[in-house]
């Protein structure tokens, strides 16, 4: 029976695609280069910072890499300080959080973004108390590496035949493949349901009603 629950957190508990835009838009502006479309961008959400910048610039130095995910911070922290931060919870995951865990489940993220601003989002969508582990990428490799829900399991103490991941991008499913767990994948995020499909998803989620049929069936 499954009992713990992983999510991801852009793309699937919230929408902040404007945000990730904008702040990366802004550091490439900020390095002297041309900005990648907006649905380049979309597709590396949900890796660690330095990763996503080798993804959308392959050629370049893992020096670049790294002024660049330096420069993304500042322009997302900028943004926030400027009250211009919306990460509003995707429609109906709000209700399902809270039945999720007034039903016993063990609730947990594994994350791309940072301690800081996953703290940040989960206060003002006010569902900060609902989970017991926060696994984010300060302190692990980047997706689709298993760290992050290898250190759920260890910290919440449940088996990964009781787990599962619930994301919406490919890497969300590969890691939870490389973790031994199971991935379920939901439709409104960043990756399409086939890609979430073929990188392991047992099923995809149409929307949060349809994603607690397919948690309870798990």
Known sequence: MTQLAIFDCDGTLVDGQANVCAAMEHAF????????????????????????????????????????????????????????????LFDGIHALLNRLHGDGWTLAVATGKSARGLAHCLAKNDIADLFISLQTADDHPSKPHPSMIISILQQ????????????????????????????????????RPAELLVAGAAGVARDAADLSKLLRAA
């Open 156 to 191: 919440t103490g449940m088996k990964s035949d009781t787990a599962v991941m619930i994301g919406d991008t490919s890497f969300d499913m590969a890691m939870a493949g490389a973790a031994g767990i199971r991935g379920i994948g939901v439709a409104w995020g960043y990756h």
């Open 29 to 88: 502006g900020a390095a002297g280069r041309a900005p990648p479309p907006q649905e380049r961008i979309r597709r590396i959400v949900g890796l660690s910072l330095p990763q996503a910048m080798a993804a959308l610039l392959p050629d370049s130095s893992a020096q670049e890499h790294q002024t660049l995910a330096g420069l993304y911070r500042e322009a997302f922290r900028a943004q926030r300080a400027a009250g211009l931060v919306s990460e509003p």
